[in-house]
């Protein structure tokens, strides 16, 4: 006998157990289904993003950060270190309790809210009529295979099944020698040598974990430009401080055959100038994107239409071409951020218990948790000179910031970009200390539609990073206090 329920969100990552939680609090009857497993086949709810993706891959960054401090910058400080070596598998260990605590946050959640949880993987079998006899009021069966198989049926579903790693052509991931990013975050020893292909998010934080641990990190990006979605002046300043750490950083290459053998991987690559290039590495890490996640999904049987890519089709309001069907996070358009997925599943079911869901494009920031982190909202100055916007811009360095000589970190900077005419803030872009948290005052204002003179007339605490922030605001006037 089927369980009904008035939502139905497949896939309990970011997107949809936010969006589960959300639906409960308006009074909805939700049941949430996520197939993914912990070491012990357990659930383990949170997507990619808990499992291996953010949460994960910062745990790992925050460790790595503080060999790297211990042995390279203590003694700035007058703290002598002697002796100081790194227990990778320890280090693997709390990783992986801090995904066990997400995980299990989760659960908590769920159950604090009154979503009924369901592991196993879910599919769809049929729409359902509405029936007076049966008393289903309209929506779709689900069948969950997992433990053990359920029938559900929902009135309304959200799917929000995420997305997997990009295979490299003729190279599948193996997980041993050619890691995707489940691989590259259960590296169990320092490789001496690390390749990886891709220099975006994913390539940048594991090519600088394992870079801050002792391995010989080259990247290969096929793209001429180094982060090339980048504001270019900011994308430079982060080129030259990876430059000086030793992550090195070949740009324009093609990549040719890669094979593996007992000994690692071997690469073959041209290089921008057409020389072919051979690169050997204990584990080549390819990052060079995610594909939307509908396998499995039976789409077919319901009729929900999928794009060229496997991605579900979906309206400005995260409506599918069903009725009663919604889609959100990185298996639809837009981009494939934890914080944008979370946005839409909150909006999605605000808007199926009549409310005026929102989600801003223009204002989802974007984080590179590298050291030093790059963080930014809206648009670039290349962006704006291609749209033929007239625009003024304020830059001011972390070097004269007091907070960031303190700290002993004055890479970078804070640049600020409005509008010429009437000084709305259309950009603002970072690349320093604790630009993950800097970005989230820029993306207030922009959301407000603030403009850089408000931010410069903002009084903010002293000594502190984000004086950084109004001092780029009054640059913009050409007024800064301290530079």
């Given at each position: ?79 002598t270190v ?33 979503v ?30 997992g ?20 295979a490299?052509?003729g190279a ?34 594991m ?30 300043e ?5 430059d ?11 990549v040719?055959?890669?094979k593996?053998s007992?000994?690692g991987?071997s690469?073959?690559?041209?290089n ?20 939307p ?12 239409q ?15 071409n ?18 944008k ?32 982190e ?12 291609a ?30 970009l409005?509008d ?11 690349v320093?200390?604790m ?19 408000d931010?410069?007339r ?8 984000s ?5 780029a ?11």
């Open positions: 006998m089927s369980k009904q329920f008035d939502v139905i969100v497949i896939g309990g990552g970011p997107g949809g157990y936010i969006a589960a939680i959300r639906a409960a609090q308006l009074g909805k009857n939700v049941a949430c289904v996520d197939e993914w497993k912990n070491a012990k086949g357990g659930p383990a709810p949170g997507g990619t993003c808990t499992n291996v993706g953010c949460i994960p891959s910062k745990a790992l960054l925050q460790s790595s950060e503080h060999f790297e401090q211990a042995n390279h910058h203590f003694a700035d400080h007058g703290i002697k002796g100081v070596s790194m227990d990778v598998a320890k280090m693997v260990a709390r990783k992986d309790k801090v995904v066990t605590q997400n995980n299990e946050g989760i659960l908590y959640l769920f159950k604090k809210n009154k009924s949880f369901f592991h196993g993987r879910a599919s769809f079998v049929k729409p359902i009529a509405p029936g007076a006899s049966s008393g289903v009021q309209g929506g779709y069966e689900i069948k969950v295979t433990a053990a198989e359920e029938t559900l049926v929902g009135q309304q579903i959200i799917v929000a099944t995420g997305s997997n790693a990009r490299l052509p599948p991931f193996d997980e041993l020698n050619i890691l995707s990013n489940d691989g590259a975050l259960r590296i169990g020893a320092v490789p001496k040598k690390l390749g990886l292909i891709g220099s975006g998010v994913i390539g940048l934080e090519g600088s974990v394992w870079r801050r641990l002792g391995a010989e990190v080259t990247i290969l990006e096929g793209l001429p430009t180094f982060l090339g979605a980048v504001d270019e002046q900011i994308a430079k982060a080129k030259k401080a990876f000086k750490q030793g992550l090195k950083v070949e740009l324009g290459v093609k040719g055959e890669v593996t007992k000994k991987v690469v073959a690559w041209t921008a100038k057409g020389e072919a290039q051979a690169l050997e590495v204990d584990k080549l890490i390819v990052s060079i994107g995610r594909v996640n509908t396998v499995g999904l039976n789409a077919e049987a319901v009729g929900l999928l794009d060229e890519r496997g991605a579900i089709v979906v309206d400005g309001d995260c409506r599918t069903l009725p009663g069907v919604w889609a959100v996070g990185d298996v639809v358009r837009g981009p494939m951020l934890a914080h997925a979370e946005e839409e599943g909150v909006a999605v079911a605000e808007r199926m218990a009549g409310q005026h869901g929102h989600v801003n494009f223009n204002t989802i920031p974007w984080v590179i948790y590298t050291s030093p790059i963080a930014w909202v809206g648009r670039t100055e290349q962006q704006l000179k749209d033929g916007v007239t625009y003024k811009a304020g830059t001011f360095p972390f070097l004269a910031n007091g907070r960031a000589r303190a700290l002993g970190d004055t890479t970078g900077m804070v640049k600020m409005a010429a005419k009437t000084d709305e803030i259309l950009g603002v872009h970072i320093g200390p630009a993950s948290e800097l970005i989230a005052e820029c993306v207030l204002a922009m959301e407000f539609r603030a403009s850089s003179e931010i410069a903002v009084c903010h605490a002293h000594p502190s990073l004086e950084s922030t109004k001092e605001a009054l640059a913009v006037d050409k007024r800064t206090l301290n530079f």
